[in-house]
């Protein structure tokens, strides 16, 4: 009895080893955070379809405590916080993001931008809102500035709890075009123009000590490869083969204006990053999401057949 008690205790003793070692492979948490120097986190790697395991598309980039978003797709601000209660990534406390790049219009990058201009505010923000993107970004601040007129005067009025930092809810538009669209101590943002559906941009970040490009939405282009050129960091959206080939009315569309794993493997022998993250993937951790959607393990399995240098799969939380 003592031998069979022993020998459960020793198998559950082993099962709970192997959850703590498997748990943050299946839901992509590492572990280790990069304690200093240029993070990369990823807030959202989600597309438009609905995930509760990803969020809408949004990335940070943390520098010296300072972070610089790229896109708000929804979601933006808990997943902020999220990182912050997470894996104590202090800097992405929401009353600091301030600084945001926009790689296109698209709504599944941009409906958290109300709630990226209004929740911060209202714990505590107290300077304007500072974001680039390309032309129609100024119009989209301005209308949805309008369209929160009365939280905006309730706020602010004699009796507001907002009313002792009437800006921090202002946002600064800019529209910019390809090259260096932003400088400051912590790092140069240049901006490069992609392949979308509309007016679009990627982004690549020179920081003191790492290169960092970030695609957005984008059929494969030159442009990108240009941009990277042995970059430190290359996050390129893809689908895999697996799940087009089960979505025939969105294949011309794909063909068109995103990229595929064969197209991204041969990319990325060009273009050389030191690792290359995945986001905007047709995937789902959990089958039950979407029959259409691969798993992570075969978006994997897809790119690695195709190409041979570093690259994972990038998960909501991830810190690179
Ligand atoms: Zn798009
Ligand atoms: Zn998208």
Redesign the pocket.
């Given at each position: 009895m003592r031998y069979r008690n022993t020998l459960s205790m020793a198998f559950k003793a082993a099962i709970v080893v192997l959850a703590i070692f498997i748990t943050p492979c299946v839901f992509g948490q590492q572990p280790p955070v990069k304690p200093s120097g240029t993070q990369v986190v990823l807030l959202g790697t989600g597309t438009p379809g609905i995930d509760p395991d990803r969020s809408g598309p949004a990335t940070a980039i943390v520098v010296n405590g300072t972070p610089y978003l790229v896109d708000f797709g929804p979601g933006v601000v808990r997943r902020a916080k999220a990182a912050v209660v997470d894996r104590g990534i202090k800097a992405l406390e929401p009353t600091n993001l301030r600084v945001v790049f926009v790689t296109?219009l698209?709504s599944?990058?941009t409906v958290g931008y109300p709630d990226l201009i209004f929740t911060p505010w209202t714990v505590g923000r107290r300077v304007p809102l500072e974001v680039y993107g390309p032309k129609g970004l100024k119009a989209m601040t301005e209308h949805l500035l309008e369209a929160y007129q009365v939280d905006i005067e309730t706020r602010t009025n004699e009796h507001g709890n907002q009313r002792g930092f009437p800006d921090g809810h202002k946002v600064n538009a800019h529209e910019i075009s390809a090259g260096v669209v932003y400088k400051d101590a912590n790092l140069t943002v240049t901006a490069f123009p992609t392949k979308?559906?509309m007016e679009?941009y990627g982004y690549r970040f020179d920081t003191p000590d790492r290169s960092v490009v970030i695609t957005?939405?984008t059929n494969p282009t030159q442009t990108t490869i240009d941009a990277c050129r042995g970059c430190d960091v290359l996050i390129h959206e893809v689908n895999t083969l697996a799940s087009l080939a089960k979505r025939p009315e969105f294949q011309p569309f794909a063909a068109k204006?995103h990229t595929n794993t064969a197209q991204l493997a041969e990319l990325a022998g060009h273009a050389k990053p030191r690792l290359l993250i995945l986001y905007h993937h047709s995937i789902a951790l959990r089958p039950a999401v979407s029959p259409l959607l691969s798993s992570p393990e075969e978006l994997l399995n897809e790119m690695t057949a195709r190409y041979s240098g570093h690259v994972v799969v990038g998960h909501d939380l991830d810190v690179y």
């Open positions: 296109h698209h599944d990058h979308h559906a679009s957005g939405d204006y």
